[in-house]
C-alpha cells in the first residue's frame, strides 16, 4: 500500500475519523502505518483513551472544517475567502531576501493576542486542518517563493510576501517536527516533517533559481515540472568536465570583451561584461539539444554581446570580425551593408558525442524584438521542407534584453503565434539577458510588471528566473527549459538576472543617471572570478589550469588581430546556402523573361477541380451559385473574374510542384468574400480544402487564418520565405491600410535586407487598396510609402488590373529566378467589376508591365495621353466612353510601378504625338499614391516629350488619405473625371 498520508483530505474525513476511534480505543486494531500517523500528531505520552475522541458517537463534535478543534487552542480565524487570516509577524532581523530569509521566521509564533499556544493535535479534524494550513504553505511557497530567490548578483533586497511565513498560517516551532503530506503529483506523494518540507521547497523555489509555473492550467505540466524541480531541490551535479566547459566558456566571454575594449578603445561593442554566462549557457543548450535531436538551431538576438556570441558560439573568426574594426572593406560596402552588431552568421556545431547541429544567427536591426518572428517563420520553412519528423529536430532560441522583452508590443504579438497550428515551432527557448535597466531607464520606470518575463504568463509554459552569477544555477534553468519543451512541444523562458557593466554602449556614460547601481556595479568581481573560486574550493580545477586557458585564448586573439591587419586577409564572400544556389537578386533587367502560360485544357481542368466537393459535403447556397459560376468560366461560357485568375495561379503551380503558403486575417474565405479556399459544411462545420484535392502529385497549398496581428504575422512570413525560395509565400492584409501596424518589417527587413544584410526574398504581399467611399482607413494600402523604399530594384510594387494580370505576376514570381519582394495592390469593388474580367485566351503569355491603350487606329489623333494605375483605370475609360473623346485620349496603364525603366515608359508613349500631352491622374491624394514618385523619376523626360506639358490630376494633398462621407468621395471622385477630359487638345 502507498503512503498512508494520503488520505488525509477532506474527501476522506468519515474514514479518517473512524481510524482515528478505533485507534483511540485499541491503538493495535489498525494498522502499523496509520498508527504511526496518530501517534506523531498526539501530544508526547499522551494515553490515546484519553483523546476526546475516546466517547459515545452521540457525543462526537460535529465534522467539518469551520468546527471549533478540541484542542486546548481556537481554529485560526478565516477570511472571506477561505484563506487563514494573517497574523501580525515581526520582521526577522537580517532577513533581506537571502535564501535564508525563509527560515528564520518559521519559528515565529504569531502575537499572543491573534494566536492561542500551539497544542499537540489530537482529533482527525485536528489534524486535517494543520494539513490544511501547511497545504496552503506549500503551495504559496510554489506560487511566490520566486518573490524571495537570491536572483539579483548586485545583492538588492526583496519584499517578503507575508504569505511565505509559516508563522502567516498558525505553524510554530512546536510544529516544525510534526509530520505532514507533502505532493508533487498524483503519484509522487511522501510524508515529511514540517522543517524538511520548508528545507526542501526552500532549496527548490527560494535559492538561485525563482520559477513561475503555477499560471499553467495544464496538471500534467506542472506535476511534472514540480517532480523535476522538486526531486532534485532545482540543483544539478556538474562533474569535471562539465565545470571545465563552463570555465573556458567563461573564459572565452571574458577574455574576448577585455580585448576587444583594449584594442578598440571607445568602439561600439555593446559589451557582454555583466551577462557573460551567456556564452556557457548556449553552449549547454546546443549540447543538450543535440542530444535531444536537434539538428538546426535558428538563434536571433539584439546588440548586447552579440559579437561575443558570433565569435564563441557562432565560431565567425576573430580575425573577420576584427577587420570589420578595422573597416579594412569599406570600398566594397558604399551605401549598402550594416553595423558589425547587427549581422548573422551561420556554422556547424559538433557535439561532445559526435552529433552535427547547424547553427543560424539571424541578422537584426534596432528595432530589437522584431527578429523574434522572423526567426520563428525561418524554422517553420526548415521544418516544412524537412517533412512531419523535423518538429522535433529544430529549434529557435531567441535572446532578448529585459527591457524590450517587456516593452514591445511584438513580443506577445510573436507569443501568441507560438501554438496556433500555422506557426508552431515546437516551442522556442527564450533567454533574457536581465540587464536590470534599459538604455538610462530603471524597471520602475520601464514596466508595471514585477518582471520583465511577465508578459510570458499568456502561455502555458515555465518562466525560470535565475542568478546569471551561479552557472549552475543556469545550467539547471536550461536543462529544464529544454526538457520541457522536448516532453510538451512548448516554449520555455529562463530570466538570467546580470547587471551591464557598461553605459549602453561603450561612449555611453551610465552614472550619469544610475550612479547608486553603477557605483555597486563597479565593486563587483567577474562571474568567471567567482565561479573560478567556487571550483578552487571544491579542489576539482587547479588555479594553473585556469590562468593556462586564459593564457592560450589571448594568444589565440592575438594572432587573429595580426591576420586580420595584413594586407592579405580579405575574408571570401560566404556562398549562401543550397537551396538558394539557382536563385539570384540584383538587376531585373539581368534576368531572363519566363514563359508563365498554362494551357487552356489545363485550365479548364484546374477550374472543375476548384468546384468538385464530397457529395455528401453541404456547401452554403451562395457559395454554390460562386461554383457554379465558376463551372461556366470552364466551359466558355462566362469570362474569369479577379478570384478565378487568382485561384487557378496558385491551383497551376501546386500541380507543376511548388508550394503555395498565405496567412492573413480571414485569408481562407477573404476579406471581401472571393477566394473561399477553405468551405465549411453548413450542417456539421466539417471544412473541405479546397486547393488540396487537384492532384495525387501536388504539392501543398496552404492558408492560414492568422491571429489579428499585422507585425507578428508579416515578419513570420518574411522569415518564412528566407528559407523556402522554391515556393510561394504570401500575407494577405485584411486592408491595404493595415501595413501601418507592420512598417518596421517592411522597412527594417523587406525593402533594406538584400542591401544591409544580402538576404533574398520572395514574399508576396497582397494589400487590398482602392477609394470607393469606405473613409479614410479602408482606402489606402500606403502605394506612397512603398514607392518612397523602393531603389535599385530593391522590391517590386505593382498594381494589376485583370485576372489575366496576377495570374501571370502570381506566376512568374515563381518560375523566374530572381528573387525579389512583390507588393501587390489588390482590389476590392473590381474584384465584381463586369469590365475586370479576362478570358481563357489571356492567361497565355506572360505579365504586362504597362498595358497600352485598347482603341487602335487612331494613335495620330490623340491629343492627351493619361498615364495612371489600378481600379481608376475603369472609371477613365467609362468616363471617355461616355464623352466620346475615344479618338482624343489614350489611356496607358502602369500594372508595375517598380522595377519600371525609363526606356519602357518612353516605349509606351512612341504611338503617339510627340506634342500630345501627359497626365498622370490618380485618386489619391497629391501628396500619396504614384504622383510624386512618377514626377521624381520621370517628370524631366515627359516634360522633354511633351514640351512641358507633363501634369497630375488627383485629390488635393491631404493629411488623411480619404474622406468619410460616401458622398464627398463620389464628388471628388467625379472632378478628378472630369478634369482628365477637360479642354482636350
Not at 540543483?235 to 566558456?249: A, E, G, M, V
Amino acid at each position: 500500500m502507498g503512503d498512508p498520508s494520503i488520505h488525509l483530505s477532506s474527501h476522506n474525513l468519515a474514514y479518517v475519523e473512524e481510524l482515528f476511534e478505533a485507534w483511540s480505543r485499541q491503538p493495535d486494531s489498525v494498522p502499523e502505518y496509520w498508527q504511526a500517523i496518530f501517534e506523531a500528531q498526539s501530544p508526547e505520552g499522551a494515553d490515546p483513551s484519553e483523546s476526546p475522541a475516546n466517547r459515545p458517537s452521540n457525543g462526537r463534535q460535529p465534522r467539518g472544517y469551520f468546527a471549533a478543534r478540541a484542542l486546548g487552542r481556537e481554529a485560526p480565524a478565516i477570511n472571506g475567502n477561505g484563506r487563514t487570516r494573517p497574523a501580525p509577524t515581526r520582521k526577522s532581523e537580517g532577513s533581506n531576501g537571502s535564501p535564508g530569509a525563509l527560515l528564520p521566521t518559521v519559528g515565529t509564533a504569531p502575537d499572543a493576542q491573534t494566536a492561542a499556544p500551539s497544542t499537540p493535535a489530537a482529533t482527525p479534524q485536528a489534524v486535517l486542518d494543520l494539513q490544511h494550513r501547511v497545504d496552503q504553505l506549500i503551495r504559496n511557497i510554489r506560487v511566490r517563493g520566486h518573490r524571495i530567490a537570491q536572483l539579483d548578483p548586485l545583492g538588492q533586497p526583496r519584499h517578503s510576501p507575508p504569505e511565505l511565513d509559516p508563522a502567516f498560517y498558525g505553524l510554530t516551532d512546536q510544529d516544525m517536527d510534526r509530520v505532514f503530506t507533502m505532493s508533487s503529483s498524483r503519484r509522487n506523494q511522501r510524508t515529511l516533517t514540517l522543517r524538511q518540507i520548508i528545507s526542501l521547497l526552500q532549496n527548490t523555489y527560494c535559492r538561485y533559481i525563482g520559477v513561475q509555473y503555477m499560471h499553467i492550467d495544464d496538471l500534467e505540466m506542472r506535476e511534472w515540472l514540480q517532480e523535476r524541480m522538486e526531486g532534485t531541490e532545482n540543483r544539478i551535479h556538474l562533474d569535471r568536465p562539465q565545470q571545465l566547459r563552463i570555465l573556458t566558456r567563461l573564459t572565452d566571454a571574458v577574455i574576448f570583451e577585455q580585448f576587444v575594449q583594449k584594442k578598440y578603445l571607445g568602439a561600439k561593442t555593446f559589451s557582454l561584461e555583466g551577462g557573460e554566462s551567456l556564452i556557457p549557457l548556449l553552449e549547454m543548450a546546443i549540447e543538450k539539444a543535440g542530444g535531444q535531436g536537434v539538428r538546426e538551431i535558428v538563434m536571433a538576438m539584439a546588440h548586447r554581446g552579440r559579437l561575443n556570441v558570433l565569435a564563441n558560439i557562432l565560431g565567425k573568426s576573430a580575425k573577420q570580425i576584427f577587420r570589420e574594426f578595422e573597416d579594412s572593406d569599406h570600398a566594397s560596402l558604399l551605401g549598402r551593408g550594416d553595423v558589425k552588431y547587427h549581422m548573422g552568421h551561420s556554422s556547424d556545431w559538433t557535439t561532445a558525442r559526435g552529433e552535427k547541429v547547424h547553427l543560424s544567427l539571424c541578422f537584426n536591426p534596432s528595432h530589437l524584438e522584431y527578429i523574434n518572428p522572423v526567426a520563428l517563420g525561418r524554422m517553420r520553412a526548415k521544418m516544412d521542407r524537412g517533412g512531419p519528423g523535423w518538429r522535433q529536430k529544430g529549434l529557435v532560441v531567441l535572446i532578448h534584453g529585459d527591457a524590450a522583452f517587456a516593452g514591445e508590443g511584438i513580443v506577445p504579438e510573436t507569443l501568441n503565434l507560438s501554438e496556433l497550428p500555422g506557426y508552431d515551432t515546437g516551442g522556442a527557448l527564450h533567454i533574457i539577458v536581465n540587464n536590470q535597466i534599459g538604455f538610462t531607464t530603471g524597471p520602475q520606470q520601464a514596466r508595471s510588471t514585477l518582471y520583465a518575463t511577465s508578459v510570458a504568463k499568456m502561455l502555458a509554459s515555465p518562466i525560470f528566473h535565475v542568478n546569471g552569477e551561479d552557472p549552475e544555477a543556469v545550467a539547471q534553468a536550461l536543462q529544464l527549459s529544454l526538457d520541457f519543451r522536448r516532453q510538451f512541444g512548448r516554449d520555455a523562458f529562463i530570466d538570467m538576472y546580470c547587471y551591464r557593466k557598461r553605459g549602453h554602449n561603450e561612449g555611453d556614460e551610465p552614472s550619469f543617471t544610475q550612479p547608486r547601481l553603477y557605483k555597486a556595479i563597479g565593486q563587483r568581481k567577474g562571474v568567471r572570478e567567482g565561479y573560478l573560486e567556487h571550483l578552487l574550493k571544491l579542489g576539482g580545477i587547479s588555479e594553473d589550469e585556469a590562468n593556462a586557458i586564459a593564457e592560450q585564448r589571448l594568444e589565440h586573439l592575438e594572432s587573429e588581430l595580426t591576420a586580420a591587419r595584413s594586407a592579405s586577409s580579405a575574408t571570401a564572400a560566404k556562398k549562401p546556402p543550397s537551396v538558394w544556389n539557382v536563385y539570384q537578386g540584383g538587376h531585373e533587367a539581368d534576368v531572363p523573361e519566363v514563359d508563365t502560360t498554362v494551357a487552356a485544357n489545363e485550365l479548364k481542368h484546374l477550374l472543375k477541380q476548384l468546384c468538385a466537393v464530397p457529395q455528401d459535403f453541404n456547401v452554403h447556397p451562395k457559395i454554390r451559385r460562386l461554383l457554379d459560376q465558376r463551372l461556366e468560366m470552364a466551359e466558355s461560357k462566362r469570362p474569369l473574374d479577379w478570384a478565378a485568375g487568382e485561384a487557378l495561379a496558385y491551383a497551376s503551380l501546386a500541380v507543376e510542384g511548388w508550394r503555395i503558403r498565405m496567412s492573413g486575417q480571414d485569408c481562407e474565405r477573404g476579406t471581401f468574400s472571393h477566394r473561399h479556399a477553405v468551405l465549411h459544411d453548413i450542417e456539421d462545420d466539417r471544412t473541405w480544402p479546397v486547393f488540396q484535392n487537384l492532384s495525387e502529385t501536388q504539392s501543398p497549398v496552404e492558408f492560414y487564418n492568422s491571429p489579428l496581428s499585422e507585425a507578428g504575422v508579416l515578419g513570420f512570413e518574411y522569415g518564412y520565405s528566407l528559407d523556402r525560395p522554391d515556393g510561394l509565400t504570401l500575407w494577405e492584409a485584411q486592408f491595404g491600410d493595415f501595413i501601418n501596424a507592420a512598417q518596421v518589417i517592411v522597412d527594417q527587413f523587406i525593402a533594406s535586407g538584400e542591401d544591409k544584410w544580402n538576404r533574398l526574398s520572395g514574399l508576396v504581399v497582397l494589400l487590398p487598396h482602392g477609394f470607393e467611399g469606405q473613409g479614410p482607413e479602408h482606402s489606402s494600402g500606403r502605394l506612397e510609402r512603398l514607392l518612397l523604399l523602393a531603389a535599385d530594384d530593391n522590391i517590386q510594387v505593382t498594381y494589376p488590373t485583370t485576372p489575366a494580370q496576377i495570374f501571370h505576376l502570381l506566376r512568374r514570381q515563381v518560375l523566374r529566378t530572381w528573387r525579389k519582394p512583390l507588393f501587390i495592390m489588390t482590389p476590392k469593388s473590381m474584384l465584381r467589376l463586369p469590365a475586370a474580367t479576362s478570358s481563357l485566351a489571356e492567361f497565355e503569355g506572360r505579365f504586362q508591365r504597362i498595358i497600352p491603350d485598347d482603341v487602335s487606329g487612331r494613335d495620330d489623333q490623340v491629343r492627351r495621353v493619361i498615364l495612371c494605375t489600378g481600379k481608376i483605370h475603369y472609371e477613365l475609360a467609362e468616363q471617355r466612353k461616355q464623352l466620346e473623346k475615344e479618338s482624343q485620349v489614350a489611356i496607358i496603364r502602369l500594372e508595375q510601378l517598380h522595377p519600371l525603366t525609363e526606356d519602357a515608359l518612353m516605349a509606351a508613349l512612341e504611338p503617339y504625338p510627340p506634342g500630345a500631352e501627359v497626365f498622370w491622374v490618380q485618386e489619391e491624394p497629391g501628396n500619396m499614391g504614384a504622383w510624386r514618385y512618377m514626377k521624381v523619376r520621370f517628370g524631366d523626360a515627359l516634360n522633354a516629350r511633351t514640351g512641358g506639358r507633363f501634369r497630375g490630376l488627383m485629390r488635393p494633398d491631404s493629411a488623411s488619405p480619404a474622406t468619410g462621407s460616401a458622398k464627398a468621395h463620389r464628388t471628388e471622385q467625379d472632378r478628378i473625371l472630369e478634369d482628365a477630359f477637360a479642354e482636350v487638345g
